[in-house]
């Protein structure tokens, strides 16, 4: 690791929260801002499957192409003339084949940059012995299924860090948490050891910040009026100092937006128990991580706290399960949510009768949407009139066959159900393969990372014993609010708020806008109350954490999302709306706030 600098700062921006992110974000990065390292996060659970099937149709596939071709190609002379290092997970299920594909890219500008990949997270090759050691799904229990797809460990920071101390320029990872990317260049440059467990999770929260490009910067702010210039938006780059405490900025001159809020919603955004948040190299608590604007768009972040990790490795293995397919109709005039809904139902009803004359199995699953009537506002939806909507209809079957039968009828309300009835969207919908997660803990010791560096081989030592062992939760706070004359508004008055998933659960956060309201916040937004409010999409537990550092509320609802990502038929598979509903609950508050 580097020497140990108490003043020195690190800057690291993120160009890529998923792979399909904008092509502009690395060059603005690159060209207008000051930076050490240039991040930039690829994958999801999906996104290895998929890279898994191109890995199968062409060895030399299996990664995000994106990474090479826009990113790299385009800014390799820009890069190595500023002298920023690159970390990025874009290898995917084939870091080698990526690293060879930029090697080529460094030899052919004329540079002698090195370039090193980190692999040892797939574990596909293990599968078998795991499957007679009956390894189990870590939240349902279920048996490994019989073909899976990928099978990858959430790799941490340290292999980064091993990297770059071994001299690389570039670092690219396979499978790995996402905050990692950021962890282990701090791991490096501060020379953190794999036991400052608060450092740790400070890096940690660092990278949790920025994985996610733009959203900490105004991308999905509750208040998202107050972010000028969508279209120019500034990614993030973050001013990283030696005790833990970091700066986030954007680069001068962009749009977007870096405040207290935007930056609160993101520290929530799907990490569940902010009080241990876990991770390969650290147990987080977040709940006392305070932050302070210092200057316009600057935030100050600081207070993470670590513990030991555990000593498993969580994996995420994708499986095939079925196929299913979506069709949409736009339909007009009054009452065009009603005539949408009736024409989903009389589909599924028509189709159901086809398949039985052909002896087949009915859909193994299936759901009737009217797009434009807040379908996912449930009870609480206020346009049930309105004079235009979209038929959605999602069906599942064990079959290919019976889900193409599907979308061939779902042209013929065109002639003969409601009038008004028009466009599809373009193209006829193709069938397409479900993908489902297989979520489980396997020991460190059965994952050995590694690095390849310009061909040399380079041993990786993990610590593997763990010590991890569960705190309480924050106590709850206050409930109590001023007496006297209430009024009641809708929750977004006092609250910002940002959902996402947590494989088959949401994730909501909930900031206080103002110190006081949080007491009201906490009355108003009880498991019981909020687990009410969302039943129409929630059937499990709902669980509440307090944050009181951001003066923040973390709620974690199971069985949220229908099966989450690929497994769900939903319009919103991932909870990205679930916040938007809940700041729309009625909550009581003194008159005297001025709220009304």
Known sequence: ????????????????????????????????????????????????????????????????????????????????????????NAGGVNPRACAEAI???????????????????????????????????????????PKLLSMN??????????????????????????????????????????????????????????????????GLFTDWRDVPDWDDIGYPIVECHADGSFIVSKPPSTGGL?????????????????????????????????????????????????????????VSATFPDG???????????????????????????????????????????????????????????????????????????????PVEMFLRECSSPGCSMAQGTTGSGGARPKASPIVRLFSCLVPKTRVKAAIDLEGQAIPVSIPTEGGFKQGAKAPAGSSDVPAGPTVTVPLIRLAWGRSGDKGNASNIGIIARKPEYLPAIRRALTPETVGAYMAHLVKGKVERFEVPGIRALNFLMQDALGGGGMASLRNDPLGKAHAQILLDMPVEVPKAWGLS
């Not at 801002?33 to 499957?49: Q, R």
């Not at 990297?163 to 440059?189: F, H, N, Q």
Request: with cysteine; net charge neutral.
């Open 1 to 88: 690791m580097a020497q140990a600098q108490p003043d020195k700062v690190v800057r690291i921006g993120s160009s890529s929260g998923f792979w399909g992110d904008s092509q502009v974000a690395a060059a603005q990065l690159v060209h207008r801002g000051e930076m050490d390292y240039l991040v930039g996060d690829y994958l999801a659970e999906l996104t290895m499957s998929i890279m898994a099937r191109a890995r199968e149709a062409d060895p030399n596939m299996g990664y995000a192409t994106d990474f090479v071709t826009v990113t790299m190609r385009r800014l390799i002379k820009d890069l190595a003339r500023k002298n920023i290092k690159v970390v990025s």
């Open 323 to 401: 196929w299913r397919a979506v069709a949409q109709i736009t339909i007009g005039g009054p009452e065009a949510v009603h005539k949408a809904r009736r024409t989903g139902e009389a589909l599924l009803k028509r189709t159901r009768r086809m398949l039985a004359a052909m002896n087949q199995a009915d859909f193994r699953d299936s759901l009737v949407e009217a797009i434009g009537g807040e379908n996912m506002y449930g009870p609480h939806s206020r346009a049930l009139e309105a004079r235009e909507a979209q038929m959605r209809l999602a069906v599942s079957h064990d079959e290919r066959m």
């Open 103 to 145: 090697r080529k890219i460094v030899r052919d500008a004329g540079l002698s940059l090195k370039v090193a990949y980190v692999h040892g997270d797939d574990l596909l090759p293990q599968v078998e012995q795991f499957r007679a050691e009956g390894l189990k799904e870590m939240f349902t229990g279920a048996a490994l299924p």
């Open 258 to 314: 870096v405040s207290f809020g935007s930056v609160a919603e993101q520290l929530l955004y799907e990490i569940g128990d902010p009080g241990a948040y876990i991770l390969p190299d650290v147990v987080c608590d977040f709940t006392q991580v305070t932050m302070q604007e210092v200057g316009e768009n600057r935030v100050r972040v600081a207070g993470a706290k670590g513990l030991p990790p555990t000593g498993m490795y969580k």
């Open 153 to 218: 460990a959430y790799l941490g920071g340290i292999p980064i860090a091993e990297a770059l101390k071994a001299g690389a320029d570039i670092v690219v990872t396979g499978r790995c948490v996402d905050s990692a990317l950021a962890l282990g260049i701090l791991m490096y440059e501060h020379g953190w050891s794999p036991t400052d467990y608060d450092k740790l999770a400070a890096g940690s929260l660092v990278g949790h910040i920025i994985e996610c490009g733009a959203q900490c910067t105004g």
